[in-house]
DNA sequence: CGAATGCTGAAGCATGGACTTCAGTATCCG
DNA sequence: CGGATACTGAAGTCCATGCTTCAGCATTCG
């Protein structure tokens, strides 16, 4: 069972919230489309960050970008988010369920769980 | 006006949530409390690597743990990840109207694939 | 008691992230 | 044309992460 996912575009993504400016720019982006000078004008940092920053937005695949001239423009995708977002809501649900039936479980002791981490274990 | 938000916390909850072995060791706990050894079985780290994960959960708030005895046991803490939940709640909700209206802008304003007969009203 | 178990602290190392500066390139504007 | 604009690439610094080993310290068991 236990299977380890090691789902790399998912790290991408939470890597990408993990950064309040980077979450800032995705606020700014829901009110549509922007150029990169224009996301980098509230942040007292260098249009070279701010295109790092769009660059990992974009290889997590929230947002995809094209160049117009001399403009880059951004925008948001939403697919990845959603993602990101169910992988959430599944575990929250999954064990708000749990603490749910913890107050059950206080009375008795519990038996669903196969490791048994009540019983002594010495297998080894 | 376009606020900064820059909340440590968040970025702490979506840190801890980009590696996917502490995102495996969620799923764990998601089957009820387990100690550091229970934690660290199915993965080829060592101890104190699954030590130093659980603290990143810890700081996150996305897990407590208790030590009793010699053994240090981790249980979730649903309230961090909801929190987590409802930031990507929200902004997907936001853009994905967005995106919504974008259809119907691009409909009337140029549109070459006029074939869907938007006559819906986007404005809510 | 002594040995095994379960963890923890300190240190070190390799990698990657966030940022900078500087030097371009391509475009647009007057 | 010439200059301003909008980025982009390369390089370098600094610090955080993820991992290791090794040593140590309670706790539990035979």
Do not use: C, N
């Not at 606020?27 to 000078?37: F, K």
């Not at 070279?48 to 160049?67: D, N, P, R, Y």
Request: net charge neutral; charged share 30%; proline share 4%.
């Amino acid at each position: 069972m236990l299977q380890h996912s090691t789902d790399p575009q998912l790290d991408r993504v939470f890597l990408a919230l993990a950064d309040s400016t980077r979450r800032a720019m995705i606020e700014q982006l829901s009110g549509g489309p922007r150029s990169i000078s224009e996301l980098a004008a509230p942040y007292d940092v260098t249009l070279t960050a701010i295109g790092q920053h769009v660059l990992a937005l974009e290889t997590a695949g929230l947002v995809k970008s094209e160049k117009v001239g001399r403009v880059r423009t951004v925008t948001l995708e939403p697919k990845a988010l959603a993602r990101a977002e169910r992988w959430l809501v599944t575990h929250q649900k999954r064990w708000a369920q749990r603490l749910d039936r913890l107050g059950d479980l206080l009375a008795e002791d519990d038996d669903d769980d196969a490791s048994a981490t009540k019983t002594k274990s010495p297998k080894k």
